[in-house]
C-alpha cells in the first residue's frame, strides 16, 4: 500500500502562484510515476494535468497547463510538488495526486485540496 498525504492549494487571484505537495509513504517502491489531476466543480471526471516518474523524474505536461505549472520530486522525502504560476480562474477545481504503475494506472490517490482562482 501507499498512503498519499496532499497539502497546500488555497486561494489565489488571476495570474498569481500556488504550490501542491504531496508525500507518499509505505511501499514508495512500488511506485513508477506520479500524477497531478484535477476536477472542476460539476464535472464528473478527473482531468490529468502532469506527471513525473519516479525514479528519473521525467515530467508530462497537458497542453492546458504547460508553461504555467511545474512538477517537481524531491526524493529525500519522498515527495511531489506542483507549482502552478499564472494561474486562471478555470484553474478553479478539486485537484488530487496519484501514484502509478508503468501501464499508467493510478492506484493510490491522495485526499484532495481545492484551488480556488478568483478576480
Known amino acids: 500500500q501507499v498512503q498519499l498525504v496532499q497539502s497546500g492549494g488555497g486561494l489565489a487571484q488571476i495570474g498569481g502562484s500556488l504550490s501542491l505537495s504531496c508525500a507518499a509513504s509505505?511501499?514508495?517502491?512500488?511506485?513508477?510515476?506520479m500524477g497531478w489531476f484535477r476536477r472542476p466543480a460539476g464535472k464528473n471526471r478527473n482531468e490529468n494535468i502532469a506527471t513525473i516518474t519516479w525514479v528519473d523524474g521525467r515530467p508530462w505536461y497537458s497542453d492546458v497547463v504547460k508553461g504555467r505549472f511545474s512538477i517537481s520530486k524531491d526524493s529525500a522525502f519522498n515527495t511531489v510538488h506542483l507549482h502552478m504560476n499564472d494561474l486562471e480562474i478555470e484553474d478553479t477545481a478539486a485537484y488530487y495526486c496519484?501514484?502509478?504503475?508503468?501501464?499508467?494506472?493510478?492506484?493510490?490517490w491522495g485526499q484532495g485540496t481545492q484551488v480556488i482562482v478568483s478576480s
Open positions: 496519484a501514484a502509478g504503475d508503468p501501464a499508467g494506472e493510478w492506484h493510490y
Open positions: 509505505g511501499m514508495t517502491w512500488t511506485i513508477y510515476s
